[in-house]
């Protein structure tokens, strides 16, 4: 993959030669094209609007994608777009200079969301909810008026099991980040193509490649935070039972209704002996003994 650099988007400009990085692209890619496919997410001349946040997701989505690009894989133009939220200290030049070396198409928008945050989030409280919320209004305005099909994040498997587990725990629901959507006003996609592809293998190839990571000192400065606690539980899960993160991720692609307690999703009073459906549906289910 890494051999005949003249061709390689500049993204991939200086990528380590070893063999362990080579499959470490080759498992980010392979489950990014997974996602997407699965998911249904390509639209032939569609145009996508990438999220840049500066962080190690958003870089190695943004280096995946044009790798599928480049390899005829993903038919849609791309534009890469950070919005600067005016927090204190926050590097502004980083981004547009590190993406107009790559020769990417991109957008920087400045929207001082961090003074509504502060003004309106009481003390001791997180800041999460409502700059997500007054970031993703920006972000489907931006998309509108770049003529986009679909705003692209760059959340992975960590970051939807985290979300399950905080819906678990704090939201009595079950309940996650869904790989597609379609946003409230139903003129847009939102994608999140990253989501079979671990947070560590994010981590490792963002640390290869050298990106220039940001990191956010809004949400990251506050602790105690819900998702930081749950990341935690599972980080003692992982270390003490290898490869649970990723059982617990297949879960959520192998529901079963039946064996569930939502009424809506299962006609519990409608089920009779002998009945077929919860038959087949039970097939596959170890007996209990």
């Known amino acids: 993959m890494l051999d005949d650099l003249d061709d390689i988007h500049p993204l991939f400009h200086g990528a380590p030669s070893s063999a362990n990085f080579k499959k470490l692209r080759k498992r980010i890619v392979r489950h990014t094209r997974e996602a997407i496919e699965q998911y249904g997410m390509i639209e032939p001349g569609a145009r996508w609007l990438v999220c840049m946040s500066g962080g190690k997701d958003s870089y ?14 993903l038919p849609v133009e791309i534009l890469a777009c950070n919005l600067d939220q005016g927090q204190p200290g926050f590097p502004a030049t980083v981004l547009p200079e590190f993406l107009e070396r790559m020769g990417v198409e991109h957008r920087i928008e400045y929207q001082d969301t961090y003074s509504i945050v502060m003004d309106k989030v009481p003390e001791g409280r997180t800041f999460c909810a409502l700059c997500s919320r007054l970031r993703r209004g920006n972000l489907y305005r931006i998309a509108r008026e770049e003529g986009c099909s679909a705003v692209v994040l760059g959340h992975h498997r960590d970051d939807i099991l985290e ?66 606690q749950v990341k935690q539980i599972l980080d003692t899960w992982e270390t003490n039972s290898p490869g ?39 097939s596959d289910i170890p007996k209990l003994r």
Not at 198 to 218: H, S, T
Not at 245 to 253: D, G, I, T
Request: proline share 6%.
């Open 60 to 73: 190695t989505l943004l280096a995946v994608l044009h790798e599928l690009k480049w390899r005829g894989l």
């Open 163 to 228: 979300t399950f587990f905080m819906n678990l725990f704090h939201g009595g629901r079950l309940a996650t980040m869904p790989p597609k959507l379609v946003n409230e006003e139903a003129d847009l996609f939102v994608y999140r193509p990253l989501a079979h592809v671990a947070e560590a293998d994010c981590e490792k190839f963002a640390q290869a490649m050298n990106y220039p990571i940001i990191p956010c000192d809004l949400c990251g400065s506050q602790d105690g935070l819900q998702r930081q």
């Open 244 to 282: 649970r993160r990723q059982v617990m991720f297949r879960a959520l692609m192998n529901a079963r209704p039946s064996h569930l307690l939502d009424p809506k999703l299962f006609d519990f009073a409608g089920l009779e002996r002998g009945s077929v459906k919860f038959e087949q549906i039970e």
